[in-house]
């Protein structure tokens, strides 16, 4: 299986900051990686596939990046809504892994 | 619009079998698409149980591969999943979603609980 390795576990930032997610895989996986964003008591939210595609409807505020085994996300003007759990997906083979998440927290 | 709605028990007994329903609406399952199960223990992350396309592929998580099987009813749109020999572990919210290629998956229902207790 390949393992997907997330940092930090979590992050404290103010509205209007920016943050950077990483994701490092156990191996080689091209660009084959999603991000989600989770609310507390919601599903995930598909926000990028294919490492920096971004999905309709999302921010531009939301980018993501890398290739081969390393990854992030950058989300760049924190808003309150942004404030959730993310995290990262290899979308390169069977079994599906995720990382182990982000919360992004309000200083 | 499309919509996924789980259903179940809520409480399973450990050693018992959790059986789960996916109503989809809005999309005829035998149309396309991947299918698939995730599961979150409270307080935890994401992890991917399995995903199928209907009348062809299904691939199984190889932890729970033994205890799972996942099947559609495409007459009625729905989709299942069967856990056997549950364990405190399978405590989790259970996820089904649409995936657009069966790696990612766009269309999330809102999840439903399952506690495995006695």
């Known amino acids: 299986d390949i393992q997907m390795t997330q940092s930090p576990s979590s992050v404290s930032a103010s509205v209007g900051e920016g943050v950077t997610i990483t994701c490092r895989a156990s191996?080689?996986?091209?660009?084959?990686v999603a991000w989600y964003q989770q609310k507390p008591g919601q599903a995930p939210k598909l926000l990028i596939s294919?490492?920096?595609s971004l999905q309709p409807g999302v921010p531009s505020s939301f980018s993501g990046s890398g290739s081969g085994t390393e990854f992030a996300l950058i989300i760049s003007n924190l808003q309150p809504e942004d404030f959730a759990t993310y995290y990262c997906?290899?979308?390169?083979?069977?079994?599906?892994?995720f990382g182990g998440g982000t919360k992004v927290e309000i200083k | 619009q499309l919509l996924l709605q789980e259903s179940g028990p809520g409480l399973v007994k450990p050693s018992e079998t959790l059986s789960l329903t996916c109503n989809v609406s809005?999309?005829?399952?035998?149309?396309?698409?991947?299918w698939g199960w995730m599961r979150q223990p409270p307080g935890k992350g994401l992890e991917w149980i399995g995903s199928?396309?209907?009348?062809?592929?299904?691939f199984y998580s190889p932890s729970l591969k033994s205890r799972l099987t996942l099947s559609v009813d495409a007459s009625k749109n729905l989709f299942f999943l069967t856990l056997n020999s549950v364990t405190a572990a399978d405590t989790a919210r259970y996820y089904c979603?649409?995936?657009?290629?069966?790696?990612?998956?766009?269309?999330w229902g809102p999840g439903t609980l399952v506690a495995v207790s006695s």
């Open positions: 979603a649409r995936g657009f290629d069966g790696y990612n998956y766009n269309f």
């Open positions: 809005g999309f005829p399952i035998s149309t396309g698409y991947y």
């Open positions: 199928l396309y209907y009348n062809a592929q299904i």
């Open positions: 191996e080689d996986i091209n660009n084959w």
């Open positions: 294919g490492a920096s």
């Open positions: 997906q290899q979308t390169h083979s069977f079994p599906l892994t």
